[in-house]
């Protein structure tokens, strides 16, 4: 199974940004759809966006639109998640995953990070 590495996240203010990263070992991550979730306090783990093998087609979940964006290097064995206009519900430890279908469930992903914590403050 490949192994992945999440970083990138801290604390910021709201209204401010931060870009995580998802680093890949062991296997190329070239022939996965590659997606982030997340998880808040006491709250079931949520998808937030997924991006294709090749990097040509995207899916989000409403309340990301138009401010987070995912994004691959496969050269790099690398994963992207910019994060602008957080809002204090985002706060949230956020994973990444990779999976042999293009899909926002989490079922259908078989390689999880160990998460990194992004908190939004008010």
């Known amino acids: 199974q490949v192994q992945l590495t999440e970083s990138g996240g801290g604390q910021v203010q709201a209204g401010g940004s931060l870009r995580l990263s998802c680093a890949a070992s062991?296997?190329?991550?070239?022939?996965?759809?590659m997606g982030w979730f997340r998880q808040a306090p006491g709250k079931e783990r949520e998808f937030i966006r997924v991006i294709n093998y090749s990097g040509g087609s995207t899916y989000y979940e409403p309340p990301v639109k138009g401010r987070f964006t995912i994004s691959r290097d496969n050269a790099a064995n690398m994963v992207y998640l910019q994060m602008n206009s957080l809002k204090p519900e985002d706060t949230a430890v956020y994973y990444c995953a990779a999976g042999n279908t293009y899909s926002a469930r989490d079922e259908d992903f078989h390689s999880w990070g160990q998460g990194t914590q992004v908190t939004v403050s008010s």
């Open positions: 062991r296997r190329t991550i070239s022939s996965y759809a």
